[in-house]
């Protein structure tokens, strides 16, 4: 069968980004064909510092924001990585596959280590490795990511191919980025040229998944914007990062297409369409993070779903795992 694979960081409060670009699709893509294994991937969010104290709120507040939003973990396996060892053992074993040029490439280690390479942790370096070893541990076949994330996933097919190659089998599969329709690269309010992020400087950036509903509008209404009023066309707004981003989350929050929400709003001011983007999102929020404050109330209920999840994970891990340390040689 085709198998989903996908995660999130539990690296600081989830935001409208990783609602629009993740969770929302998760949850339809259980409707489809796919089995679906849906991870809060920690051993990850630790590659940057995270104070120990706060970890385990973050790892229950991804997973209350995956199940609020509606993925059921009867359908789903939903449970976060660290639970299941054999993560950090295959991205072991792919330590000794991948290379290090391979790494050096990527551009999200460019991003994060900047001109500051060396202070950077060991395990920052080889992030696509433990990425590569969560997608295949499973023999996912696809994997919803944003576009941002697609040269990992390009890795991950490196590292499959090099391992088949040079211990001469056709273990491992070639495992397809799903990326498409609107939403899929949020940005940041303040900056329209950068990714909406949970870890990103100001809070003003970015809507959280738990911000109350003053505090939405309030963000939207100091959003940056050019003076301009919204254009009669989509082509209008191609050298307007900030208001394209604008008219891009509205479509994505009603389920329509940017050409939509421009036909509906042209040549509103911003004085009109930031009060109407703000009451949307608060419409479609709200009901999610009442939900979300609901589950995170009981996190011994979190942790047993949790827990629950990694078991039915470990079933199809464990024996993958097995295989591959054999494939290796490895005496077990
Ligand atoms: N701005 C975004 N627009 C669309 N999709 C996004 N995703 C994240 N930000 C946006 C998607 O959310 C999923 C989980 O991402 P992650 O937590 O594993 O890492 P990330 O992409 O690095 O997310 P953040 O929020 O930017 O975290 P920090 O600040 O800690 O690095 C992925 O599917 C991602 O595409």
């Not at 990992?152 to 990326?179: Q, S, W």
């Not at 998944?209 to 191609?238: C, N, Q, S, Y």
């Not at 011994?300 to 040689?329: N, V």
């Given at each position: 069968?085709?198998r989903?694979f996908?995660?999130?960081?539990?690296?600081?409060?989830?935001?409208?980004?990783?609602?629009?670009?993740?969770?929302?699709?998760?949850?339809?893509?259980?409707?489809?064909?796919?089995?679906?294994?849906?991870?809060?991937?920690?051993l990850?969010?630790?590659?940057?510092?995270?104070?120990?104290?706060?970890?385990?709120?973050?790892?229950?507040?991804?997973?209350?924001?995956?199940?609020?939003?509606?993925?059921?973990?009867?359908?789903?396996?939903?449970?976060?990585q660290a639970?299941v060892g054999a993560h950090a053992e295959l991205a072991w074993l792919f330590n000794t596959v991948a290379r290090m040029g391979w790494m050096?490439?990527?551009?999200?280690?460019?991003?994060?280590?900047?001109?500051?390479?060396?202070?950077?942790?060991l395990g920052?370096f080889a992030y696509p490795s433990l990425m590569a070893a969560d997608i295949l541990l499973y023999h996912a076949t696809?994997?919803?990511?944003?576009?941002?994330?697609?040269?990992h996933v390009e890795l991950t097919r490196d590292i499959a191919a090099k391992f088949n190659h040079d211990y001469g089998c056709e273990f491992f599969p070639m495992t397809?980025?799903?990326?498409?329709?609107?939403?899929?690269?949020?940005?940041?309010?303040?900056?329209?040229?950068?990714?909406?992020?949970?870890?990103?400087?100001?809070?003003?950036?970015?809507?959280?998944?738990?911000?109350?509903?003053?505090?939405?509008?309030?963000?939207?209404?100091?959003?940056?914007?050019?003076?301009?009023?919204?254009?009669?066309?989509?082509?209008?707004?191609?050298?307007?990062?900030?208001?394209?981003?604008?008219?891009?989350?509205?479509?994505?929050?009603?389920?329509?297409?940017?050409?939509?929400?421009?036909?509906?709003?042209?040549?509103?001011?911003?004085?009109?369409?930031?009060?109407?983007?703000?009451?949307?999102?608060?419409?479609?929020?709200?009901?999610?993070?009442?939900?979300?404050?609901?589950?995170?109330?009981?996190?011994?209920?979190?942790?047993?779903?949790?827990?629950?999840?990694?078991?039915?994970a470990r079933e199809i891990a464990d024996p993958i795992l097995a295989r591959t340390t054999e494939i290796m040689g490895l005496l077990r």
């Amino acid at each position: 069968t085709p198998r989903i694979f996908s995660g999130i960081k539990p690296s600081g409060g989830l935001t409208l980004g990783n609602y629009l670009g993740a969770i929302k699709r998760f949850v339809e893509m259980q409707d489809g064909e796919h089995e679906t294994i849906y991870c809060v991937v920690d051993l990850h969010a630790i590659t940057v510092w995270q104070d120990p104290a706060a970890l385990p709120g973050m790892t229950r507040e991804v997973a209350a924001g995956y199940l609020a939003a509606g993925v059921d973990p009867d359908r789903s396996i939903l449970f976060n990585q660290a639970r299941v060892g054999a993560h950090a053992e295959l991205a072991w074993l792919f330590n000794t596959v991948a290379r290090m040029g391979w790494m050096n490439r990527m551009t999200q280690w460019k991003e994060k280590a900047g001109k500051n390479a060396e202070k950077q942790s060991l395990g920052l370096f080889a992030y696509p490795s433990l990425m590569a070893a969560d997608i295949l541990l499973y023999h996912a076949t696809h994997v919803p990511v944003g576009e941002d994330q697609k040269q990992h996933v390009e890795l991950t097919r490196d590292i499959a191919a090099k391992f088949n190659h040079d211990y001469g089998c056709e273990f491992f599969p070639m495992t397809e980025p799903l990326i498409d329709g609107p939403g899929m690269r949020i940005m940041n309010l303040r900056d329209g040229t950068k990714k909406m992020s949970k870890s990103g400087e100001s809070d003003m950036e970015r809507i959280n998944m738990l911000d109350d509903a003053d505090t939405i509008a309030k963000k939207f209404k100091k959003a940056r914007t050019d003076p301009a009023p919204l254009p009669e066309t989509v082509e209008g707004l191609a050298e307007r990062p900030e208001a394209r981003n604008l008219v891009e989350i509205y479509a994505a929050l009603s389920n329509t297409t940017p050409e939509a929400v421009i036909a509906e709003h042209a040549g509103a001011g911003w004085g009109t369409f930031k009060p109407a983007l703000a009451d949307l999102a608060v419409e479609k929020l709200a009901p999610i993070s009442a939900e979300m404050a609901r589950l995170m109330g009981d996190p011994a209920e979190i942790d047993r779903i949790m827990a629950k999840g990694a078991d039915r994970a470990r079933e199809i891990a464990d024996p993958i795992l097995a295989r591959t340390t054999e494939i290796m040689g490895l005496l077990r």
